[in-house]
């Protein structure tokens, strides 16, 4: 059974083991608003933090020994919108993964709608099923890249007709997020689920 102790594996090793074996991750597609405009990229390094209040977190890695656009945005205007990414916007979301420079606005190159938003500055895209939008509660810098893992606390939602209902229950078939999988292009959609109740302790816990 191969194992690994992580201190003698380089860099991009330790990349490639991660974003294999932690799979899939879903995807934000994250709006800024800087002094060069708006901006979009995704993010697989995603996820929620607690929901009271809601929070969400994603962490961005540095291109070239600086801070990407988005993570540059949010240091000069700490808010942001985070959108799930449907299969029906994949090709428009990779577009806003291309390293654009600082000024290029990768909604419109993408072919997006670009909506305001309620409560935050960076607007969000009319095409997401669901948009959240959030203001930063703390950003933290971690590894030696390093890595910058931004929190924000969400106080705004968005979603598409019909993917709530009204018992605050989300229809995932008309989301049809998709998730990031290792690899170049490796993708996965959630179109194979299935239910399993969670089971009940049949014992006495001690303490009651
Ligand atoms: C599906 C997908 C997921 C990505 N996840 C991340 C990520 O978690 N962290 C990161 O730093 N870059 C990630 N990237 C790369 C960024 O999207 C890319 O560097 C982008 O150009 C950054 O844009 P910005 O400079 O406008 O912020 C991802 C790219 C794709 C296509």
């Known amino acids: 059974m191969p194992s690994f102790k992580v201190a003698d594996l380089d860099p991009n090793t330790q990349y490639k083991l991660l974003t294999g074996t932690v799979t899939p991750r879903p995807i934000a597609l994250v ?3 800087g002094t060069s ?3 979009a990229a995704p993010f697989s390094f995603f996820n929620v933090l607690g929901s009271d209040p809601m929070m969400i977190m994603f962490s961005s890695g540095p291109r070239d020994g600086a ?10 205007c700490p808010e942001f919108v985070v959108h799930i990414v449907s299969y029906a916007i994949k090709d428009k979301m990779n577009v806003c993964a291309t390293d654009y ?11 997006f709608t670009q909506l305001p938003s309620s409560l935050v500055r960076p607007p ?7 948009a959240m939008e959030c203001k930063l509660i703390k950003s933290v ?9 931004i929190i924000g606390q969400i106080v705004y939602l968005h979603y598409h007709e019909g993917i709530v209902n009204e018992r605050f229950h989300i229809d995932i078939g008309k989301v049809d997020p998709r998730g990031r999988m290792a690899g170049a292009g490796g993708y996965v959609r959630a179109t194979d689920r299935f239910e399993m109740p969670r089971l009940k302790y049949q014992g006495t816990r001690s303490g009651g």
């Open 141 to 149: 810098e971690v590894g030696n890249k390093p890595h910058t893992l």
């Open 31 to 33: 709006t800024t608003l």
């Open 101 to 111: 420079p600082i000024g290029v606005n990768e909604i419109a190159e993408a072919g």
């Open 124 to 130: 969000r895209i009319a095409e997401a099923p669901i």
């Open 67 to 76: 801070a990407k656009d988005t993570l540059a945005n949010i240091r000069e």
């Open 37 to 39: 405009g708006p901006n």
